[in-house]
């Protein structure tokens, strides 16, 4: 069997927010073959595709047989070839950091502390700073829902931009993406990755499950960005909670599971930040997250 399946199960381990939400159906892949006989197999169903779950919340509190849960953390090979990275679309971007700093390519540091797997993170164009990871894809493969195929998109130069790539434009699931190659320092590679782990680990809170930074960077009236830690300690937002979710206290940009939070504690401090905002800046903010 090329996939395992889990009924009547949590999903609180396959994601980071660690909400006890229950699935009928959760299926797990060993390998991209797996993936896409799942995808075939469940085709007359909802799916809803789980890497890390890092980046997710969801929007009630138990799912049945209708919807579909595809757990991709199993399809994670990775290897060089044509002087290309090729990575499966459940490799974790931690891996893929490790992996090229061991193989001595630059521009990969800025993966190692970013939760997720590349089929998410290609989604939503993920990154920090300056670098994201649409800068190094040569070509996506996918598996189109509608044709019921495996094909290849070639990224042109407007295909990814902040936070968004034109995959969520389609009606496909990433499979494999193909790399750029740069040769590197290995020690250089370690010391900045390293340095992007302890930038983090200082600024974000890690002792309290969470699903990242909740909302996109927000913009005002003119066009110039915003920051949105900023907006809420004007808002006296800091510390705000219901049920044990909580903005967080070390870092506003974040809300946390304190330890049994539940949807709908979460969904109403979400609204409760959107309001307070809206009120005092007349500015709106847009999830980062995605909702299921």
């Not at 893929?96 to 970013?114: P, Q, R, V």
């Not at 930038?199 to 909302?215: C, D, I």
């Not at 219901?242 to 304190?258: M, R, T």
Request: proline letters at 3%.
């Amino acid at each position: 069997m090329p996939y395992f399946v889990l009924k009547d199960t949590s999903l609180k381990r396959f994601h980071t927010f660690q909400l006890d939400v229950m699935a009928s159906i959760v299926v797990i892949p060993t390998d991209k073959n797996g993936l896409i006989s799942a995808l075939r197999d469940y085709s007359g169903r909802r799916i809803v595709l789980i890497g890390k779950g890092s980046n997710m919340i969801f929007s009630q509190s138990s799912y049945d047989e209708h919807t579909v849960f595809i757990v991709t953390t199993m399809v994670d090979l990775m290897e060089l070839s044509d002087n290309l990275i090729h990575v499966d679309a459940g490799t974790t971007m931690n891996a893929l950091a490790w992996f090229t700093c061991e193989h001595s390519i630059d521009g990969y540091a800025f993966c190692e502390d970013i939760p997720g797997t590349l089929g998410g993170a290609l989604m939503m164009n993920a990154g920090q700073w300056r670098y994201t990871i649409g800068q190094y894809v040569k070509w996506i493969e996918v598996f189109d829902y509608d044709t019921q195929e495996v094909k290849i998109i070639y990224p042109d130069e407007k295909f990814f931009s902040y936070r968004y790539s034109q995959l969520n434009d389609m009606n496909v699931c990433v499979l494999e993406v193909a790399l750029s190659i740069q040769p590197g320092e290995y020690m250089e590679i370690l010391d900045l990755m390293l340095q992007y782990r302890r930038e983090r680990y200082v600024k974000q809170p890690r002792q309290y499950a969470n699903a990242g930074s909740v909302f996109k960077r927000p913009k005002d009236k003119e066009g110039n960005a915003l920051f949105t830690w900023k907006l809420f300690d004007a808002c006296d937002l800091r510390g705000f909670q219901i049920g044990d979710a909580q903005v967080s206290e070390k870092h506003p940009g974040f809300i946390v599971n304190k330890g049994n939070a539940k949807v709908a504690d979460v969904h109403m401090v979400i609204e409760e930040c959107k309001k307070r905002v809206k009120e005092t800046f007349d500015v709106d903010l847009e999830l980062e997250w995605r909702v299921i």
